[in-house]
């Protein structure tokens, strides 16, 4: 499956301008693309202030998100805020090239910016099946907690959408190769560019790793489009030739 990341500075608080950017660089990726990965809080940036950007799942957003899936036959994912009964999500998107959507939301909430106080977090892991693909979401804090992200032999794809700033990017860049080589599964980061309005610096990162932990995609500081192919039965066979992951601890995750 050929997949493209996009690394992008984001427009704070302004979903229109996010949309029209990331619409202009979708233009341009390679035909043979088939899934669309845009970081964490696309349209906004991480904010605190989600009264000033949030959106319903009827919004400008996912009628974007459809229609662009739609007219370049691809599927397209990121987080966004989404309000719904009186709570605010930061809610992974996956709209399919039908405009069927589905989405997880962000379990582990980031308490040191006070995420926990302000949005309502999700409880439940989601797989999703796209192309023969599983292929399991998550948003950056999650990243931290590798239980949550275990494989039980139900998925062939990590996606870690994220705003990771620059004075703990060494973690990111360590714990996506850590979930690559524990979970012999291929890893997708996406993580922005450019200053916030809070001042905080984002250096990107973005990054595609085999089940191995190599990278197919390196880390850059540059905006930009990344572009690769993924191959599933070469990642199975790999599995099954290594057998790590019939090692595994079984174990079951409560609340």
Not at 41 to 53: A, D, K, L, Q
Request: hydrophobic share 40%; net charge negative; charged share 25%.
């Amino acid at each position: 499956m050929q997949i493209s990341i996009i690394q992008a500075p984001l427009f704070w608080e302004n979903p229109e301008a996010n949309r029209n950017y990331f619409a202009a660089k979708i233009q341009n990726i390679p035909e043979e693309t088939l899934l669309v990965v845009l970081p964490e809080m696309f349209t906004s940036g991480f904010t605190m202030n989600p009264h000033e950007v949030a959106e319903d799942m009827n919004g400008a957003t996912v009628q974007w998100m459809k229609s662009t899936a739609s007219s370049r036959n691809i599927a397209l994912t990121g987080s966004v805020i989404i309000r719904e009964d009186d709570n605010y999500y930061n809610r992974l998107l996956f709209v399919f090239p039908t405009g069927e959507v589905e989405y997880y939301d962000k379990r582990h909430l980031f308490s040191f910016a006070g995420e926990d106080k302000i949005y309502k977090k999700g409880t439940d892991k989601k797989i999703i099946n796209y192309l023969g693909w599983r292929i399991c979401p998550l948003i950056c804090y999650d990243l931290r907690f590798p239980v949550f992200s275990r494989i039980n032999d139900d998925y062939d794809l990590l996606i870690y959408v994220a705003n990771w700033p620059q004075p703990r990017i060494g973690a990111w860049d360590t714990l996506l190769k850590a979930r690559a080589i524990e979970n012999m599964t291929y890893v997708v980061g996406v993580n922005r560019v450019g200053e916030d309005d809070n001042d905080n610096n984002y250096p990107g990162h973005s990054q595609i790793l085999d089940y191995l932990g190599t990278f197919l995609i390196e880390p850059s500081e540059k905006e930009m489009v990344y572009s690769v192919r993924l191959d599933k039965e070469l990642m199975l066979a790999n599995r099954n030739r290594l057998g790590f992951l019939r090692d595994r601890d079984s174990f079951i995750l409560e609340e």
